[in-house]
């Protein structure tokens, strides 16, 4: 989720396309179609009647708030900087890229299904948190497994490809707050980067802030009540050999067919690339890092 976000980066001009919005009550030709013309365009896409109930919603809106306006005293037992804990949460992280440094807070909590096995490692404040999150997780993985499902129905996989050792069950809930900034050398959000992953379920937060670049500009995404705004990550653009994008985006706010990439499991994916900012522009160019020989790959692991 998003909260304010000052926009200092370098202006773009605006993109002059909205994303599309798609009704997941929609037949199932209709929605593989529209999911794989978008993923194509724009591998950003927005869906409604997705099946998540509006008060879920709302409540993890609320819930984010609470979380991060709690006080200092209550959340230090979960601050942690090291990437390997699967639970953490990471204050005033500083990302430098293009001359510009960015902020934000997040809690992160990474997990598999059955999630009930997960949930009492997470933080048990505020009091509702864990029922909430629980609730909230395995509504959405079955919206981003229908869309991956359509998607392989659309390129000629088997319907449940992604439910195996190419995902591992593996996924990550992260909550994000962009607090009000205390160093103005700093701009408060995210740098440009792709999605690392298969697929991301965004909640947006209240405060409009998400920007996808698209054609050299950048398309503001405008909040659709009830709505989650769907984004194609870099492992999906490796699995269709390109033909779904995974496109940059950042977070800001202002004042108004030859095979390119080996096989990756997710697991192995995030091991080559352990931090998202590192390939910040486009799974494009990551082509040749990615286009690695089993002992290549095995080389390049033992070295991260």
Not at 211 to 225: A, C, D, S
Not at 283 to 292: A, D, F, H, I, T
Request: aromatic letters at 10%.
């Amino acid at each position: 989720m998003e909260t304010p976000m000052l926009h200092t980066a370098e202006q773009l001009p605006p993109a002059t396309v909205s994303l599309p919005i798609i009704d997941m009550s929609d037949g199932c030709d209709e929605l593989r179609r529209a999911i794989l013309d978008a993923g194509r365009e724009l591998g950003f896409f927005q869906v409604v009647n997705h099946g998540v109930p509006e008060q879920l919603m709302l409540d993890m809106e609320v819930l984010a708030v609470e979380f991060f306006e709690m006080p200092e005293a209550d959340k230090a037992t979960y601050y942690s900087d090291d990437i390997s804990k699967a639970n953490r949460l990471c204050s005033g992280a500083t990302y430098e890229t293009g001359g510009e440094r960015y902020w934000h807070d997040y809690l992160h909590l990474a997990y598999n299904f059955p999630v009930d096995d997960h949930v009492k490692d997470w933080p048990d404040m505020p009091q509702r948190l864990r029922r909430i999150m629980e609730e909230y997780v395995v509504k959405t993985r079955r919206v981003g497994m229908e869309i991956l499902r359509l998607v392989c129905e659309g390129i000629g996989l088997r319907p449940d490809y992604f439910e195996g050792a190419i995902s591992g069950g593996d996924m990550v809930l992260q909550m994000n707050h962009y607090p009000r900034r205390r160093d103005l050398t700093v701009a408060v959000g995210q740098p440009p980067h792709c999605d690392r992953s298969l697929i991301t379920v965004l909640l947006p937060g209240p405060i409009p802030g998400l920007e996808v670049t698209y054609n050299g500009g950048w398309i503001k995404v405008k909040r659709i009540p009830g709505a989650f705004v769907i984004n194609f990550g870099s492992q999906l653009e490796v699995v269709t050999n390109g033909m779904l994008k995974s496109i940059e985006h950042r977070e800001f706010v202002d004042g108004d067919n030859p095979p390119r990439y080996r096989s990756l499991t997710f697991a192995e994916f995030k091991r080559a690339f352990p931090f998202p900012f590192l390939f910040p522009h486009n799974v494009g160019k990551l082509g040749p890092s990615l286009n690695l020989t089993t002992n290549d790959l095995q080389k390049a692991q033992k070295e991260i």
